[in-house]
């Protein structure tokens, strides 16, 4: 379901489900915190194979990232229009730095982190 | 004030994807003969939750986990009576006749793999109508919000509830109308809208309750009642 992948400055998480719903919800997010809960630096979390996320799925990834120990930020990659759009309409979209879909998130990590002030 | 206007702000936001959206032309609603029998039955006595599917770890939960799709498949019938699907574990309704998608009556069983089959199956159904992507996931995420919650909050998470679904294409846009045999609300009215302000920090971001917001964002004319012992919940999805 989560694949890791290193990145320079942290962990990259790819996300191999169609879906992230009520049927989904809670079991990704186990995972996804047991992948992060400890470690440093950022994670990123490649939505690219997720076309649909609902409510739950959304509350899933909020809750995964209050749950970062310090020193750790979730940002997300590779969001699906449908899914960028329920970020976007929930306002869930400000608390994240969300790397447009197609964008090189590893190298893109030293500069723009910097330039975005999101950091 | 700052509130009011970035709630206008999604508000409109959604009204301008709605709009920005092509729709099939000329699929004015045609109200067949309603099919209304009586309310769905309540969940059988002694229907226990799934366990969770993996160990517990460290992180904490927030909400029941959702119990996996049991042997009761959806049974999925539409105005001309074909269309039955049986599907148990992962398998989907089949998706109903196109012609269906202007008057879809469906009856399911409250459980989100079930619900997932089923909203498979009315996405397909408006796809071969023509329906433009974005007016797709409209209808996918408004009906799995209110499909959920009813499973979540109504049958108490617990599979073996009944739901109705009936959607018809009307000239505003889709009517829909879903009926459940579970609890009413606690408050005998769906929670109210309320504006979703961006969070001031990430530490104090909601994990819940947007389920509800987004049905507010997309649905029109929103309309509960209780009628005896079933929900009745019915809404309009604008399209164009």
Redesign the interface.
Known sequence: MLQVFPLRDGLGIRVNLP?I???E???F??SL??LT?SGTGRVVLDLSQVS?V???G??AI??????LPPGRSLELAGLH??VE??F?????D??FRIHPRGADFDAAADGDLRASGTG | MAAAAAGRDARRQAAEERSAADGPSGTEGKGGPAKSGPAPPPPAAGTKPAGPRHAPLACARTAAAPAAGSAAGADATNRAGTAAARGGGTAAPSPPDATAAQDIRLSFQADPLQVRGLLVAVRSALARLGTAEAELHTVELVLAEVVNNIFEHAYGGRPGGRMRLRMARARHGLQVTVTDGGRPFATGAPPAPQHMLAPRSPAEAPEGGFGWQLIHLFGRDIAYRRIGRANVLSFVIPMT
């Open positions: 879906r719903d009520a049927v919800a809670m079991a997010r186990d915190c047991a809960r649909f609902d409510s739950s959304l509350g909020v809750g995964a990232m209050k749950q229009p449908a759009r329920v976007r309409l929930t306002r869930m400000t608390i």
